[in-house]
């Protein structure tokens, strides 16, 4: 492989996933990103438990989960009536994490440290120019040099240079206009477990607690006047809304860390590839930040993407293993642009049809246990399927047992390894795939497994095996791979899947 095989444009949470990804599987890669420093300010906030497995599972979530919020509950009100209280997790069984309230600059310090312990560390201030690619690799020019690499991926954001350079659509539109927010030092009196709204026909207030001594951060419309709000005044009209959509004075005391004002665009790329360039991230779908989706459908995009690019690069597998990353992602991102926009249509519009259906007919609706249940299972990203995808729907055979098909996460399962050391199934992945299988006749499956996926292969047994339960193969980002009970079967499967 030249070296590096791949480079990585851009060090937000997407790239450094990706690039952690690919350094624990032996790939060599480069990270660059155009700003001079790692940015210190907060921007994005949840990490829903799918973005927490998949830190867990890069090496990367150590003590965020202490230093973080854990939100236990979200309050709607609406025209100064509480109206929903959603507890997070509430009856659903599949969700076994909590949802983790930090700033978007911990979890990329968090990935920064594991990459350092990878031997790769981030080139800032390193300004893609242009990018030209042939049949064997693209040559990648930068502000001070060229380098040459087998792929190129940008992670680069919503105005992703790398995007343009492969001429890749990015179709969508605003939804709305005029949002302000600002992360405040501030006596606040809410609870530190809990994210409040304020919902009204003239605009909207949020306020979600931030790790630290009284940081929270406020969001709210803007003034419908269209005035423009300069970023000195943002606090002034965050502590308005606070007074006349919560009824509480800001207090004297009120210390502004950091301001923003942004307007919600949706859009999404029309590929994820364009020969050995790739998108990844909000260089790929950007939507509604209501919900807490887009950092957590990133950095799923990474662990999608690099598994398949490590095992293209390593010779396991043909390069048609790559479409299969678009197949998988894209329709994801599809969805999630579409169930945040629907939410923020819900929560912030201006369609007094919407907001009656809101107020009369939903809000009463996610007071349900069910509701609650479902709510928290899709949001969590856990319910993630690819069974309709490339590499699911032609294999639809169920574990027995578990009810799964081929492109469902598989459960977190206890697991013993072959040494008789106990483990979980999730804690056996991350670059490795992992065979499940009984020891008194897997070896068969073994041998298939680590001879098309390498030796590294995890193989463990279940704790407490059911009757009639299949040998399963599960593949690096969790996902169950393949199910079945002939060794000849697997070795078809790997054939179709890798090419």
Known sequence: MPSPAVVVVGAGPTGLALACGLGMAGVPVKVIDKEERPSMASRALGLQPRGSEVLDRLGALEGLPERSVHVAEFVTHVNGKCLVRLRVGAHATLVNRPVLVNSQAEVEAQLRRRLGELGVEVEWGQKLVHATQDAEGVTVQLNDGEVRARWLVGCDGAHSRVRKLAGIDFPGA????????????????????????????????????????????????????????????????????????????????????????????????????????????????????????????????????AWKLALVASGRAQDCLLDTYEAERRPVAREVVAATSGVTRLVAGDNALARTFRDRALAPLLNLPMAQRLLWERSSQLRTTYRNGPLGRRWPRSWTGAGLRAGDRAPDLPCVREDGSRTRLHGELGPRWALVAPAANGRAFVDVARRRLGGDTAVATLSEPGDGREIMLVRPDGHLGWSGASPTALDAWLTRALG
């Open 174 to 305: 605003p939804m709305m206009d005029g949002f302000l927010l600002a992360d405040v030092r501030a006596p606040l009196p809410f609870p530190r477990d809990v994210v409040s709204a304020w919902l009204h026909r003239d605009g909207m207030l949020g306020v979600f607690p931030l790790p630290g001594s009284d940081i929270w951060r406020l969001v709210a419309s803007a003034p419908a006047d269209g005035e423009n709000i300069d970023s000195h005044r943002v606090p002034t009209v965050l502590g308005q809304a606070l007074q006349d959509h919560a009824g509480i004075e800001p207090p004297e005391a009120w210390n502004a860390l950091w301001t923003s004002a942004f307007r919600i665009q949706r859009r999404l790329a029309t590929r994820y590839r364009c020969g050995r360039i790739l998108l990844a991230g909000d260089a790929a779908h950007v939507h509604s930040p209501f919900g807490g989706q887009g950092m957590n459908t990133g950095l799923g995009d990474a662990e999608n993407l």
